[in-house]
């Protein structure tokens, strides 16, 4: 049916506040983010003035922002496989549990869905180093206590920790949906075919079927882990030292403890190179997910 | 010689009695069917056989050797699966070589032989190839084995399904209604292939089907499953002629059976509708009996059954007459040419020879001419 002149308009006045609401919320801050990176402005300094790529050229020779790079990759690195493995082996008992499973699958999700600023809270209780219960635990074993948040050898490990406790649920719920669409008459054809180990079958036929989710998962909780902030925030406060100094919590700091936007607009574009980057990356493979 | 043999094989899913005391021995190289409505156990008794299930009770002999407590990877068994069961991964070569290759090399061959590493893995691989190129040839499936399940059609991934069966030339091949997922026609010509090639190969070959036609045209002997349980076992022309049961006689044939209630007569004579047809069952005299012919023993007379015609369909070669005798459906097959019309009343004479009778239970008796009764 063509369309009047009329309803065209309709149609633009129609979509017209969604849009504005857009432009306004999520448009114009990005070019806003992306403009102050160009300049030397500082919240409360002077009238900004164009810089053009010094700020770029600062953030990349400054020791801090690269440490913190590395320690946003430590924690990825850290997190990801985790969670990764752990989720698919968690799945893996699952699927075959009958009564009950329902049961499992609901706690190991809870720490997905809990909100992770108030369990960080939790967890600041189970670590603290003189009433905390891993010390206590250590502790009845006749071991030595850890300040395992003031530490910089277990300050990132155990953020990680908490991070892979909180991812684990995500990445299973995923690899249980991708575990129920194995036909089981593959795995019946497997074993005819002389492939009576569960781990032969596991890499002939569960693994091929799940390897396009499994990537999936990868690419999301990557994107959740290089987000990483509120056990940061909470917990460490980017210490000791610069131990937990994540990409976003240096974002945080530079913006609205220092006050120097212009700086943390650059470390923000940086940021968003990356996550946009996965996001693309997880839309691409959720087509061909989608087309297989 | 006997190669598979089933004795007394029990199976229950919690209440369900699914399978009750079931025997069933197959000769080798015998092409066997198992033939049942769905829901009567018979891909339950295909998987307990290649030991995808246990059975409560009873045991399976296969070539001598009890199958009991011997997993499923290491019974001398080959299966095609309704699904064809295919890795998509892989490729039809691949898919095919898979059971040689677990079979003939270790997993570290394995891993190394795809590395190149191993020149005893690749002496075996070699050979395997050779193997396949030679199997898939037979099946003429030689262009597609470079390609993917994915990108085959149903007939080809049915030919590699079956080629991945036969490789290993195991003793027995199992078949679990593999033709049900092909379009009408090409199920016909992949039917008369398989039974091409079973013969072929000479494997013994255990043949599920829902459908009666498709178990006819390929088996030397079927095994009709009712509830569980081997209702009749015998060779095609059996089932269809002389079934035990009323059950068999209904659930095989292309058409209804044309059923007709009576009671015999005290000295066991048998006569329809005061027609008296010269037979007699002397044990089941003076009993409630169901005679019942198919549509082919029921012909046009000068006089006999009085039917009123309902419907006529004319197959070229022969015609079907769907007709009413005493508010009972009738259906007869007659030759081109009878003349008769919609609403005729026609006369119909059941051939005597052709009739098969059943007691009040439904199981099926022996009758006798009349004559050679009275003589005797």
């Known amino acids: ?292 | 010689m006997t190669q598979l043999e089933i004795e007394g094989v029990t199976k229950r899913f919690g209440e369900m009695e699914v399978l009750r005391s079931v025997s069933l021995r197959a000769r080798s190289g015998e092409f066997v069917s198992l033939l049942g409505p769905s829901g009567c156990g018979k891909s339950t008794l295909l998987r307990i056989v290649a030991g995808l299930e246990q059975p409560d009770a009873g045991s399976i002999r296969l070539g001598g050797r009890e199958l009991r407590g011997v997993a499923a990877s290491e019974r001398d068994v080959a299966m095609v699966f309704q699904s064809f069961a295919l890795y998509p991964q892989m490729t039809a070569r691949e898919n095919i070589a898979l059971p040689l290759r677990v079979r003939r090399l270790t997993r570290l061959q394995r891993f190394a032989g795809r590395l190149g590493l191993s020149p005893a893995a690749r002496r075996i691989g070699a050979e395997i190839d050779r193997q396949v190129e030679a199997l898939a040839r037979t099946l003429e499936i030689g262009p597609l084995l470079g390609r993917r399940p994915g990108s085959l059609s149903g007939g080809q991934r049915q030919r590699v399904a079956l080629g991945r069966a036969l490789i290993r030339q195991s003793s027995l091949l199992l078949m679990d209604e593999p033709l049900s997922n092909l379009d009408a026609r090409l199920r016909l010509q992949t039917r008369d292939e398989i039974a091409q090639i079973q013969r072929q190969f000479g494997v013994t070959t255990l043949f599920v089907t829902h459908d009666q036609a498709e178990a006819m045209a390929v088996s030397d002997r079927i095994a009709v499953m009712l509830k569980g349980e081997i209702a009749q076992f015998g060779t095609p022309q059996e089932i269809y002629r002389t079934p035990s049961s009323l059950a068999v006689a209904e659930f095989v044939g292309a058409t209804r059976l044309n059923r007709f209630e009576a009671v015999a007569w005290p000295d066991g004579a048998l006569a329809l509708g005061g027609l008296p047809l010269g037979l007699a069952a002397p044990a089941l005299a003076g009993q409630r009996v169901t005679l019942a012919w198919r549509p082919e023993g029921l012909s046009l007379a000068a006089s006999g059954l009085p039917v009123t015609v309902r419907r006529l369909e004319d197959h070229g070669a022969d015609a079907f007459l769907h007709a009413e005798y005493e508010g009972r459906p009738v259906a007869a097959r007659l030759r081109s040419g009878h003349g008769l019309a919609v609403g005729d009343t026609a006369w119909l004479r059941p051939a005597p020879e052709a009739l098969m009778l059943f007691d009040a239970a439904g199981m099926s008796h022996p009758c006798r001419p009349l004559a050679a009764y009275v003589h005797a």
């Open chain 1, 1 to 292: 049916m063509p369309e009047t002149r009329d309803q065209r308009r309709m149609g633009l006045l129609l979509a017209s506040p969604a849009a504005l609401l857009m432009l306004l919320l999520q448009v114009l801050p990005l070019l806003l983010v992306l403009g102050t990176a160009f300049t030397d402005w500082q919240l409360g300094g002077d009238p900004p003035a164009f810089v053009g790529l010094e700020n770029f050229r600062a953030l990349l020779a400054d020791p801090d922002f690269r440490a913190s790079v590395l320690v946003t990759a430590r924690y990825i690195l850290m997190v990801v496989p985790g969670a990764l493995g752990l989720g698919l082996g968690l799945a893996l008992l699952l699927q075959g549990c009958g009564r009950g499973r329902m049961i499992y699958q609901t706690i190991f999700f809870l720490p997905y869905i809990a909100t992770l600023a108030a369990m960080s809270i939790a967890w600041q209780m189970l670590l603290h180093p003189s009433f905390g219960m891993a010390n206590q635990v250590l502790a009845a074993l006749g071991l030595g206590g850890v300040n395992w948040l003031r530490d910089e050898a277990t300050a990132l490990p155990v953020l990680a920790l908490i991070g892979v406790w909180h991812e684990t649920g995500f990445a299973m719920v995923f690899f249980l949906a991708a575990l129920t669409s194995v036909p089981a008459e593959l795995h019946d054809a497997a074993r005819l075919d002389g492939m009576g180990g569960g781990w032969d079958r596991f890499w002939l036929v569960t693994g091929p079927h799940i390897a396009s989710i499994g990537l999936f998962v990868l690419v999301v909780l990557t994107a959740h882990a290089v987000m990483v902030f509120d056990t940061v925030a909470l917990l460490t406060q980017g210490g000791p030292g610069n131990a937990t100094r994540v990409l976003l919590y240096v974002i945080y700091q530079e913006g609205f403890s220092f006050f120097r936007s212009n700086v943390a607009a650059t470390a923000t574009v940086f940021f968003l190179a990356f996550t946009l980057t996965l996001g693309v990356l997880q839309l691409r493979l959720g087509r061909t997910r989608g087309a297989a």
